[in-house]
């Protein structure tokens, strides 16, 4: 009698719980009760008084897909700061030939110049210095623009020749192939910015990106070492003429030479 009389309540408790909508557990909240619960969402959730600032266009991230502008020139000085720690500017080079599809056409090099923050950011730059001189097939030299990203910039530097899904640091780095992040000192709110990709917390290897347009985005994620100096016209008028298909540039863009000035 008693189990049945605990059936018939758990049948009627179950019932009522379907008719009236809500979860007959003791720890749901009544909808008459003045206590929020998770279900319903929190106040503020998009953060508190995102419309009026969405509308000022000072949105953040999660609605535009962008930085304010006002952060820019803040960031530009403290990337000026960081290079000014240097007595004397490093720089280093490389020249990128572009194929074309007419075989009558003159094939020229294009040289990109980059000044290194080897002060604040002395592991980066070692190791894309040692990728830049070594002529043993272990560095940069013959290596191909993989991809051409049109919100970023120019992606290069697979050592191993796997179309931008491999890659390896120095073996004078770091013989396991990888190298653990620097400071994230310097920031992507520039075109020009030269910062390896990484695959991973403490995964970068010989892939790097020189950007072509501003991207904050990257702040944190991405460790940038350098900027480039000279031939940012050439990069851009890759990204402006070279077709791609999903990122991957319909020619052939290969480093034919490279190494420290």
């Not at 909808?31 to 949105?59: D, N």
């Not at 090099?109 to 001189?133: D, G, H, K, W």
């Not at 992040?181 to 910015?193: D, I, R, V, Y």
Request: with cysteine.
């Amino acid at each position: 009698t008693t189990m049945a009389t605990v059936t018939a309540a758990a049948k009627v408790v179950l019932r009522r719980s379907l008719v009236v909508g809500r979860s007959s557990t003791p720890w749901a909240v009544d909808k008459a009760s003045s206590v929020r619960c998770m279900s319903t969402g929190t106040r503020g959730a998009r953060g508190h008084g995102w419309l009026k600032k969405y509308r000022a266009g000072l949105g953040g991230r999660h609605l535009q897909g962008r930085y304010p502008k006002d952060y820019v020139p803040q960031r530009l000085e403290w990337n000026q700061e960081v290079f000014d720690l240097q007595s004397s500017p490093q720089l280093a080079y490389l020249d990128l030939m572009v194929a074309s599809d007419d075989a009558d056409a003159e094939v020229v090099s294009q040289r990109i110049v980059m000044e290194l923050a080897t002060t604040a950011l002395p592991l980066s730059c070692q190791n894309f210095m040692a990728l830049l001189q070594d002529k043993d097939g272990h560095g940069y030299e013959g290596t191909t623009v993989h991809k051409l990203e049109q919100v970023t910039g120019v992606c290069l530097g697979d050592i191993t020749g796997q179309g931008g899904h491999g890659g390896r640091c120095h073996f004078s780095v770091d013989p396991r192939g990888s190298f653990e992040h620097e400071a994230h000192l310097l920031s992507h709110a520039q075109p020009g910015m030269v910062t390896f990709m990484s695959a991973g917390r403490d995964q970068n290897d010989s892939r790097f990106l020189i950007t072509t347009k501003e991207a904050p985005q990257l702040d944190g994620r991405f460790t940038a070492f350098g900027r480039v100096t000279d031939g940012m016209d050439s990069l851009q008028d890759i990204m402006t003429h070279v077709f791609t298909r999903r990122g991957r540039p319909s020619v052939d863009i290969r480093v034919t030479s490279c190494g420290l000035l």
